[in-house]
């Protein structure tokens, strides 16, 4: 799964990337969590971010048993699932990001944080879907997940699924209410780890209250008590 990653260029460098206009402030984040209001860009509005919320609570599906853990969705599955058809027909979204975070387990206790990017260290995007929802006080809430897939050699060595991160060239296909599902297959492709890099960065990441850049660089090895281990 991919349960935290980070945004962590500024608007400017995000309007450049995407060409769409960011209509709020929007501050670098280092340490997205689920839950919480974050850029995407819609199939609706793809010449401007929307702010939607990572994931479905149950605050936010009225009267539908959801796991608060329910943040992302199988790419391999997406289009057969009947809680995500509909989404993936019609709903489908970019999630900016320019890094993600996986755990390395050493042990019982022992989990290692790692931090995967490009390795030019460009912003990139997620494949997602979204949902419009209507909470208990009737108001709108937009959620949205990210598609996960099966791991490249890099990842694999930390985690079992890793986030679709798509082609560059594939993103405004990905936006568009044309594509065909073969062709929208074909793009929930695992992203070559000749192109990514891994460090470990610091435990602090664990809590999602530490968002500050001190979460993005590189560390020594630690384990999730901040001590020091012999594994990279």
């Known amino acids: 799964m991919c349960g935290r990653y980070s945004l962590s260029k500024s608007k400017i460098e995000l309007e450049e990337r995407f060409q769409a206009e960011i209509l709020v402030d929007f501050k670098p984040r280092y340490n997205i969590a689920p839950t919480q209001l974050v850029p995407v860009i819609t199939s609706e509005s793809p010449k401007g971010f929307s702010f939607f919320y990572w994931g479905i609570t149950p605050d936010f599906?009225?009267?539908?048993?959801?796991?608060?853990?329910?943040i992302n969705a199988k790419a391999e599955t997406v289009h057969e699932k009947i809680s995500f058809k509909s989404s993936f027909e019609k709903r489908?979204?970019?999630?900016?990001?320019?890094?993600?975070?996986?755990?390395?387990?050493?042990?019982?206790?022992?989990?290692?944080?790692?931090?995967?990017?490009?390795?030019?260290?460009?912003?990139?995007?997620?494949?997602?879907?979204?949902?419009?929802?209507?909470?208990?006080?009737?108001?709108?809430?937009?959620?949205?997940?990210?598609?996960?897939?099966?791991?490249?050699?890099?990842?694999?060595?930390?985690h079992d699924r890793m986030p679709v991160i798509l082609k560059k060239e594939d993103e405004k296909k990905w936006l568009d209410k044309y594509?065909?599902?073969?062709?929208l297959l074909q793009m929930l492709t695992t992203y070559s780890a000749d192109d990514m890099l891994s460090y470990t960065v610091s435990p602090?990441?664990?809590?999602?209250?530490?968002?500050?850049?001190?979460?993005?660089?590189?560390?020594?090895?630690?384990?999730?008590?901040?001590?020091y281990t012999l594994f990279g």
């Open 61 to 70: 599906a009225k009267n539908k048993p959801v796991s608060q853990k329910f």
């Open 92 to 158: 489908r979204c970019l999630v900016p990001a320019d890094g993600f975070y996986e755990w390395k387990k050493l042990g019982k206790k022992t989990k290692v944080p790692y931090r995967f990017t490009m390795a030019n260290n460009e912003a990139f995007a997620f494949a997602g879907i979204w949902e419009e929802y209507e909470n208990e006080k009737g108001e709108i809430n937009h959620t949205f997940l990210i598609l996960t897939t099966e791991p490249n050699r890099l990842v694999s060595e930390v």
């Open 179 to 183: 594509s065909s599902e073969s062709n």
């Open 204 to 227: 602090l990441v664990n809590q999602v209250s530490n968002d500050s850049p001190g979460i993005i660089r590189k560390t020594s090895p630690m384990d999730q008590f901040g001590n």
